[in-house]
């Protein structure tokens, strides 16, 4: 559904997949997420994309954790509406909702 992507950034670089999912889905069920990482190190690149399954949620979780700060760091999560599009320079790990136990 359109809108109800959101790009994510300045996460904590030691979070997994999961934490970024557990954070999210507490302002509605998501249908996907996943953390950009490096493919030559590995490492986490502190950006992600959290799909809701409708816009109205996403827009809750966007306006409740504007001024979220993850630990260790000192400003807070960066999150607007994702535009698509994706950098060949990247992999991403993908959690999908049909992976949970509900």
Do not use: C
Not at 17 to 28: C, H, I, M, N
Not at 69 to 97: D, E, F, K, M, Q
């Amino acid at each position: 559904m359109k809108g109800a992507n959101l790009h994510v950034t300045n996460i904590s670089r030691q979070w997994t997949v999961d934490e970024l999912t557990v954070l999210f889905s507490k302002y509605g069920p998501i249908v996907n997420s996943r953390l950009l990482m490096d493919k030559v190190s590995g490492n986490s690149l502190g950006v992600g994309f959290v799909r809701f399954e409708n816009r109205n949620d996403a827009n809750a979780a966007m306006q409740a954790l504007r001024e979220f700060v993850p630990l260790g760091h000192t400003a807070p999560l960066s999150i607007s509406l994702a535009h698509g599009g994706r950098s060949n320079r990247l992999a991403s790990y993908r959690h999908n909702s049909s992976s949970q136990s509900r």
